[in-house]
């Protein structure tokens, strides 16, 4: 998600939602565990598969689409309320409360002298996409069917249906007619490995006597456990001095084939328009405001006629940068813009003749102050 700069020195950050862990594999393809594809220059060259990597561009006629009519933002002007002294206080109040070691007088004895209600937007672009990307993948061979006949499918023609919108999610699949059985290059097709733990000699030095072939305790006497060698039968490969095969799982080959990697992903712009009241804007990451438009559609257009221009020109320039961003490099399949009205009062008041400030903020009435007056010592030094 972009960080945004408008009146405002503070930063909004959102966190993006993933879908759930089991919706990143398909069954159906992913490659055993192990298995690995062999260098790519000892692949064949699958017509239209000749430059495999990230972010294969899609046809320039593929899901072209126009933005729609610029949607109609209320005509009304969105003047927040200021909140009253009863709930300003009763907000504060319990916001002392929630500190151990701020002082209740202020609250009781304070006085109120002015309460200004802000008018604080908050201004949301989100970009669904899909990108495709294709590597060399494998999986043992054991006889299975090799689909290796026929023309493989352009990356963007194979039909891969589309997860919830707006939810961040992957999927594998096999590109049809591009699979080839090859020989294990973990093990040059011989189906076990060398043992790593005895260095393909099938024995380790003995843990007993550390390698020496006696004990030292209570009386020097020869090692039962290695009868004095010294030496022990490796117990990672049985004394064999191989293993199998984690590559190929001992079959000595493998089913290669090309595998198409699908990522969906929701790119997001928030930016808040606060104008200059002095509140850290990262603090409404997790605040409730009231929606005031909504506007979903394939391609959107910027907001136009909303009251306050500044979350126009916000729209206009996210909607630009995402359009000009995404265009080109992936699909956009879909795109949602809101507007929210964030009420936020900032109260003025004074407590044994000095003026003080603190912040209502959200539908929730959470407070924020940074000069609360009657702080123990500990605070103050912390």
Not at 198 to 217: D, I, K, L, Y
Not at 317 to 333: G, N, P
Not at 360 to 375: I, L, M, N, R
Request: charged share 20%.
């Amino acid at each position: 998600m972009d960080r945004t700069h408008l009146l405002s020195d503070q930063d909004e950050v959102h966190s993006v939602p993933s879908c759930p862990a089991g919706s990143y594999a398909d069954p159906n393809t992913e490659a055993n565990n192990g298995a690995t594809a062999p260098p790519s220059d000892l692949m064949p060259v699958v017509p239209g598969y000749e430059r495999l990597g990230p972010n294969i561009i899609p046809p320039s006629d593929f899901g072209s689409r126009q933005p729609e009519a610029p949607p109609r933002a209320p005509e009304r002007r969105f003047d927040i309320p200021a909140i009253s002294e009863e709930l300003a206080q009763e907000a504060f109040t319990n916001y002392v409360s929630s500190k151990c070691c701020y002082s209740s007088k202020p609250v009781k004895e304070m006085v109120f002298t002015d309460l200004q209600s802000l008018n604080t937007y908050r201004y949301r672009l989100e970009t669904f996409t899909e990108t495709r990307t294709t590597e060399w993948d494998s999986e043992p061979y054991n006889g299975q069917v090799v689909d290796g006949v026929g023309m493989a499918p352009a990356a963007w023609s194979i039909p891969v249906p589309i997860p919830s919108l707006f939810q961040d999610c992957k999927k594998s699949i096999r590109v049809p007619h591009t699979s080839t059985v090859k020989g294990c290059h973990s093990c040059l097709n011989l189906g076990r490995s060398a043992c790593s733990k005895c260095v393909n000699s099938g024995r380790t030095r003995c843990g007993h006597c550390s390698g020496t072939g006696w004990r030292s305790s209570p009386e020097r006497q020869r090692c039962g456990s290695c009868s004095g060698s010294g030496m022990i039968r490796c117990h990672s490969c049985g004394g064999v001095g191989s293993i199998t095969c984690k590559t190929c799982q001992g079959h000595g080959k493998l089913l290669c084939f090309i595998k198409l990697i699908v990522t969906w992903k929701n790119n997001m712009h928030v930016s808040v328009i606060d104008k200059g009241s002095g509140f850290p804007v990262d603090l409404l990451d997790q605040i409730t405001g009231e929606k005031l438009l909504t506007d979903m559609a394939p391609m959107v257009y910027p907001v136009v006629n909303f009251p306050d221009r500044s979350v126009n020109a916000v729209s206009e320039s996210a909607v630009r940068e995402h359009q000009a961003q995404f265009c080109t490099t992936c699909r956009i399949l879909q795109q949602r813009q809101t507007i929210e009205l964030i009420p936020i009062t900032r109260v003025h008041y004074i407590w044994k003749e000095k003026t003080h400030i603190y912040f209502v903020y959200g539908t929730e009435h959470k407070v924020f102050t940074k000069d609360y007056p009657a702080k123990c010592c500990c605070c103050s030094i912390l």
